[in-house]
């Protein structure tokens, strides 16, 4: 078992017979026998070592906690590696018009901060979750109109497209002047700053100041990254901002360390396919 951030995390192998999914851990004990695990991960990975943990949202259909599973590296999971951010460009979801331009998100030391214009999805989510979160509710808003939960007041889950593919592109910085610390401090302030913005009462499940040109998840994040010293980080949608951060240049003021490995630490791996919830 594995701790982290107070979630335990179950490490065996997805198995399944006539009672249905489970997992089997080192030792041959079952766990998760009699829950909901989504089908999407057993055509995947069935007898597979996977990570398994709990998320606090309970799902519609049961009531009981809903089950996140994942495949990642052991060793990686116990000792992350630190100071690096990735971004991510989301392209677009079909049939649904607002997403046109992308979604961006940013990954600091492996918490994922996304900004939005619906408020409960300004927040910081784990990788796993980010990527691998399950189909287990409908897409909010609903893709072909009037879809909506039984009860408004129950979370959205599906707020990165799980009933589609979608392919992120990633961006990773790494390297001795690079100062992860200080960008999760911006965007953590960015997200209290969000959160104790007082409600438009006409639309109180929005972000009140949300504006898509000045205010949004790219000019956000593009912020955040001047901020840290990315002068030249520029554009205000996510496909022009994305495109731009290869290019940006190093930090002026230079930390403690060296700036040379961090020249040449600036990783593209574009066109990375992840399912959101269809794992590979």
């Not at 607002?98 to 979604?103: A, M």
Request: charged letters at 25%; proline letters at 6%.
């Amino acid at each position: 078992m594995i701790e982290k951030n107070s979630n335990k995390i179950t490490e065996g192998v997805l198995k399944k017979d006539e009672t249905g999914s489970f997992i089997e851990d080192l030792e041959g004990k079952r766990h998760f026998s009699g829950e909901r695990i989504w089908e999407g991960y057993v055509s995947h990975w069935l007898k597979k070592k996977v990570f398994v943990r709990e998320l606090k949202q309970l799902d519609y259909k049961t009531d009981m906690p809903i089950v996140l599973v994942w495949s990642g590296d052991a060793e990686e999971l116990k000792n992350p590696v630190s100071n690096y951010i990735e971004v991510y460009y989301n392209e677009r979801l079909i049939k649904y018009w607002s997403s046109f331009l992308g979604h961006v998100a940013a990954n600091v030391n492996g918490d994922i901060f996304n900004f939005s214009n619906k408020i409960n999805e300004n927040e910081i989510l784990s990788p796993e979750e980010y990527f691998y979160r399950p189909a287990l509710g409908e897409f909010s808003p609903g893709l072909n109109g009037g879809q909506d939960f039984s009860n408004p007041k129950l979370p959205h889950y599906d707020k990165f497209g799980r009933r589609f593919m979608r392919s992120i592109h990633v961006i990773r910085i790494e390297g001795e002047g690079l100062d992860a610390a200080f960008l999760k401090d911006v965007f953590n302030k960015k997200l209290n700053k969000i959160h104790s913005t007082p409600i438009d009462p006409a639309r109180p499940d929005f972000y009140r100041d949300f504006n898509f040109r000045k205010n949004s998840c790219a000019t956000i994040i593009r912020d955040g990254l001047r901020e840290g010293g990315f002068a030249d980080a520029s554009g205000f949608c996510p496909r022009d901002f994305f495109p731009c951060i290869p290019s940006i240049s190093i930090p002026v003021v230079e930390p403690a360390g060296s700036l040379r490995d961090f020249a040449s630490a600036i990783m593209i791996r574009s066109g990375a396919t992840v399912g959101s919830g269809v794992p590979h």
